[in-house]
């Protein structure tokens, strides 16, 4: 691990200064970072621990939404009880991922900016174009089973890894950051990135800003919604594709619904117009099955991953008939 300094910011102003700093990383849980300069991928000159900030409490919002202070842990949204009952699909996706160690550290702000589990990522003997812009990407043609099938490019087809940021895609969350120029809100589906021709941009924040908060709209969905992880294993691992969905169903016709994917992109993925086919139809498996099958229509598999376009379909139809069945214990 490269050395490096340590300080701490006791409010947001101060860590704004210290992020002026060529080589400064912002430390909160610190359960990717750290990972990360251990395996010699980040190499900041300097950590700023921002566990100071009053940035930890879950407030309510006028006209019914929710306010994730950026420190308020995966655990405390998980298990707080106006997210599992306003927004559960937020809970459930929270609880599909990691381990409750990892959730009692892991912040709702740094949640938003893990970085990917591409194995030729963390292996710095091997080239990149996440991690050395230019490098190449040996995962197009190597060992690609968990990679991306959607909105990739020829730089990159790594995917975003977290199971929180699926489900607020799919909320419609927005982000609320501090800047140098001030503070700005940013729409959850213009915050994380697809690769481009510039992969080792995940996000789209402005040198020097900070994540401060996550605002969840008064529509939770609570009524009808369903979060579904398909993995290797049954605990702690990543998606190899993950659905939540979310239906407003009025008299048996769907009058909204929300559809976002893990697992098969470079950010969570959401696709308005298959959202869009399905208002005004009846919620039944016809209805759902077109949907996934717009949602798939441009996916395009490697060699050891093509057949999470299929898994993909079958997923989205069955957290569809899960969200359409209603309340969930």
Not at 204 to 223: C, R, S, W
Request: aromatic residues 6%.
């Amino acid at each position: 691990m490269k050395p490096f300094s340590y300080g701490r910011a006791d409010d947001v102003a101060t860590a704004l200064l210290e992020a002026a700093g060529p080589g400064v990383k912002f430390v909160a849980g610190g359960t990717n970072l750290l990972d990360l300069m251990k395996a010699d991928v980040e190499r900041p000159d300097r950590l700023v621990d921002v566990n100071r900030l009053d940035l930890r409490a879950i407030v309510d919002l006028d006209g019914g939404g929710l306010r994730l202070g950026a420190l308020a842990t995966n655990s405390q949204v998980a298990y707080d009880e106006r997210v599992e009952r306003r927004h559960p699909l937020l809970s459930r996706a929270i609880l599909a991922g990691a381990s409750p160690q990892l959730r009692n550290m892991a912040t709702t702000g740094g949640n938003l900016l893990q970085r990917t589990r591409c194995a030729y990522f963390y292996d710095v003997q091997t080239p990149c174009n996440k991690r050395e812009p230019g490098t190449g990407c040996p995962a197009i043609a190597g060992w690609n089973r968990y990679h991306a099938i959607l909105g990739t490019s020829e730089h990159c087809i790594a995917v975003h890894p977290s199971d929180m940021c699926v489900a607020l895609a799919a909320l419609g969350a927005v982000v609320r950051v501090e800047g140098p120029s001030g503070g700005r809100a940013i729409p959850f589906e213009d915050f994380h990135r697809l690769p481009g021709d510039a992969p080792h941009l995940d996000a789209n924040l402005q040198p020097g800003e900070i994540i401060t908060a996550v605002d969840l709209p008064a529509e939770g969905f609570a009524g009808h919604f369903s979060y579904q992880k398909i993995r290797d294993r049954t605990s702690y691992a990543f998606a190899l594709v993950s659905v939540a969905a979310a239906l407003r169903i009025e008299g048996g016709t769907i009058a909204e619904a929300r559809i976002a994917l893990g697992g098969v992109a470079h950010k969570p993925w959401r696709d308005q117009a298959a959202e869009a086919l399905l208002k005004g139809a009846r919620a039944d498996r016809d209805a759902f099955r077109a949907a996934a099958d717009a949602i798939v229509r441009d996916a395009r598999g490697r060699e050891h991953n093509t057949f999470k376009i299929e898994l993909a379909r079958r997923v989205i139809v069955r957290a569809l008939l899960e969200a359409a069945g209603g309340p969930q214990a």
